[in-house]
């Protein structure tokens, strides 16, 4: 008995003496979470609007530079051959010189890049320039989500990435009627036309935060002079923690991307991801030209009711991401969103009999894809850990975003060939039902 008592109060001391430490790890995460997440999300809403303003670009710049469908859906998606060739280098050039300097080479490079677009006469610039834009920005997404593992521990990651995430929808909200609005004021002026403005002033604000970048991010928690030592100490000591424990788990230290590309469970993971991004940017895309036909009118209008939508996707993928938290549940939250997606988008195209109908049916729609986006990257985190990770994700994003090349190409084929764009919308459905039926299907996704 009289050993009982001494064991249980050091239990109790441990316990005490892990609490405070996880009270100070919140309070340190709360500190980076502002000096880097804020930030970081208005990089992603300007990386994003700069990615797909085109979309509002599309049908001026078709008329003035003879851009057919099918080239227009080429041009949208050679992006992403670009960015799928010079992701994994440039994460490996991300580790060499540090977050800080290359996150910043990559806004001034897209920045420039972005603006160039105003000066393109051809078909075949075009191409280029998009291509070109796809090798800038390569790396900036899955080198983010490498910068905030290497920041925040496991169990803090999920609601980071998740607010991260949702830059997406708010690019389209702020994006939306600031694309419009550019294009019907400043048409004329200079003797421009509006969509070459859109690119130029667009362009600004991602030079203008490549070089906050310098200021905000800090590599490596030991330069960050804004932390106190004891502070630094333990975040490192933590994340240091982690590392073996997930290798052990997980048994995949030192895989290389090569062999995580073919690891079954990878691929599987690949494949849902190509699903949704298919659906994601069928949306961005062409989101702009779905309002025009539902019967928007002018650039400004244009602008405006496609903020709409993506409002209403912030609202859904919030909710849903609390939602899954708190349940604990994942498999169904990728699920349902996906299906949902799918019907909606046949039905934006097929059933909307009225305007308000059409965008009603046009903001459900897109709540529905983006949300199946980032509810999906809570799968392969929950799976992989570590280094494992690491490699993993890169991986992942890689294969994935090949989609982003494919979907605008097979939505402007179809619409080109059969004359509708409602066929085009069907196609991408098809993909989205793909997707969630491989995650209804496998048990080893569950949580």
Same mark, same amino acid.
């Given at each position: 008995?009289?050993?009982?008592?001494?064991?249980?109060?050091?239990?109790?001391?441990?316990?005490?003496?892990? &609490?405070?430490?996880?009270?100070?790890?919140?309070?340190?995460?709360?500190?980076?979470?502002?000096?880097?997440?804020?930030?970081?999300?208005?990089?992603?809403?300007?990386?994003? !609007?700069?990615?797909?303003?085109?979309?509002?670009?599309?049908?001026?710049?078709?008329?003035?530079?003879?851009?057919?469908?099918?080239?227009?859906?080429?041009?949208?998606?050679?992006?992403?051959?670009?960015?799928?060739?010079?992701?994994?280098?440039?994460?490996?050039?991300?580790?060499?010189?540090?977050?800080?300097?290359?996150?910043?080479?990559?806004?001034?490079?897209?920045?420039?890049?972005?603006?160039?677009?105003?000066?393109?006469?051809?078909?075949?610039?075009?191409?280029?320039?998009?291509?070109?834009?796809?090798? &800038?920005?390569?790396?900036?997404?899955?080198?983010?989500?490498?910068? !905030?593992?290497?920041?925040?521990?496991?169990?803090?990651?999920?609601?980071?990435?998740?607010?991260?995430?949702?830059?997406?929808?708010?690019?389209?909200?702020?994006?939306?009627?600031?694309?419009?609005?550019?294009?019907?004021?400043?048409?004329?002026?200079?003797?421009?036309?509006?969509?070459?403005?859109?690119?130029?002033?667009?362009?600004?604000?991602?030079?203008?935060?490549?070089?906050?970048?310098?200021?905000?991010?800090?590599?490596?928690?030991?330069?960050?002079?804004?932390?106190?030592?004891?502070?630094?100490?333990?975040?490192?000591?933590?994340?240091?923690?982690?590392?073996?424990?997930?290798?052990?788990?997980?048994?995949?230290?030192?895989?290389?991307?090569?062999?995580?590309?073919?690891?079954?469970?990878? !691929?599987?993971?690949?494949?849902?991801?190509?699903?949704?991004?298919?659906?994601?940017?069928?949306?961005?895309?062409?989101?702009?030209?779905?309002?025009?036909?539902?019967?928007?009118?002018?650039?400004?209008?244009?602008?405006?009711?496609?903020?709409?939508?993506?409002?209403?996707?912030?609202?859904?993928?919030?909710?849903?991401?609390?939602?899954?938290?708190?349940? /604990?549940?994942?498999?169904?939250?990728?699920?349902?969103?996906?299906?949902?997606?799918?019907?909606?988008?046949?039905?934006?195209?097929?059933?909307?009999?009225?305007?308000?109908?059409?965008?009603?049916?046009?903001?459900?729609?897109?709540?529905?894809?983006?949300?199946?986006?980032?509810?999906?990257?809570?799968?392969?985190?929950?799976?992989?850990s570590g280094r494992a990770a690491v490699v993993g994700i890169a991986a992942i994003n890689s294969v994935g975003n090949l989609a982003g090349f494919l979907s605008p190409i097979v939505v402007g084929w179809i619409s080109q060939t059969t004359g509708?764009?409602?066929? /085009?919308?069907?196609?991408?459905?098809?993909?989205?039902?793909?997707?969630?039926?491989?995650?209804?299907?496998?048990?080893?996704?569950?949580?």
């Open positions: 008995m009289a050993d009982t008592i001494p064991l249980a109060a050091d239990q109790s001391m441990e316990v005490h003496a892990r &609490a405070v430490a996880d009270a100070r790890l919140d309070r340190i995460a709360a500190r980076v979470f502002r000096r880097f997440v804020p930030f970081l999300m208005v990089c992603y809403v300007v990386a994003y !609007l700069d990615r797909v303003n085109i979309g509002f670009a599309k049908m001026a710049m078709s008329a003035d530079i003879g851009l057919s469908e099918f080239a227009y859906g080429l041009g949208a998606g050679v992006f992403f051959i670009g960015y799928f060739l010079f992701e994994v280098p440039s994460n490996i050039l991300l580790e060499r010189f540090g977050a800080r300097r290359w996150i910043c080479r990559i806004m001034l490079t897209w920045a420039v890049l972005s603006a160039a677009f105003a000066f393109v006469r051809s078909t075949e610039a075009f191409y280029a320039l998009r291509f070109v834009l796809g090798i &800038a920005e390569a790396g900036f997404f899955p080198g983010v989500l490498l910068f !905030l593992s290497q920041w925040f521990p496991a169990a803090r990651r999920g609601q980071i990435i998740a607010m991260f995430m949702a830059a997406i929808p708010l690019a389209g909200l702020v994006g939306s009627p600031l694309s419009g609005s550019i294009m019907a004021v400043m048409d004329g002026v200079a003797g421009l036309e509006g969509w070459r403005w859109m690119f130029l002033l667009e362009a600004a604000p991602a030079f203008l935060l490549g070089i906050a970048t310098l200021f905000v991010l800090d590599s490596r928690i030991a330069d960050a002079a804004w932390l106190g030592d004891d502070d630094k100490a333990l975040l490192t000591k933590t994340l240091a923690g982690e590392e073996p424990q997930a290798d052990k788990q997980q048994g995949k230290c030192h895989k290389g991307v090569l062999a995580a590309m073919l690891d079954p469970g990878v !691929l599987t993971f690949a494949f849902i991801y190509f699903c949704c991004i298919m659906g994601q940017y069928g949306v961005t895309f062409w989101l702009p030209t779905l309002v025009s036909a539902a019967g928007a009118t002018g650039t400004l209008d244009m602008g405006l009711f496609t903020a709409i939508p993506y409002a209403v996707a912030i609202v859904v993928m919030i909710a849903t991401g609390r939602h899954s938290d708190h349940t /604990g549940e994942r498999r169904w939250h990728v699920f349902w969103p996906m299906m949902a997606g799918g019907i909606l988008l046949v039905a934006t195209t097929f059933l909307s009999t009225s305007f308000a109908l059409a965008m009603v049916l046009m903001s459900l729609a897109t709540a529905a894809v983006l949300t199946a986006t980032p509810m999906f990257w809570t799968l392969p985190t929950q799976a992989l509708s764009t409602a066929n /085009g919308m069907a196609a991408l459905a098809a993909c989205l039902f793909a997707g969630a039926l491989v995650v209804a299907t496998k048990p080893a996704l569950t949580r």
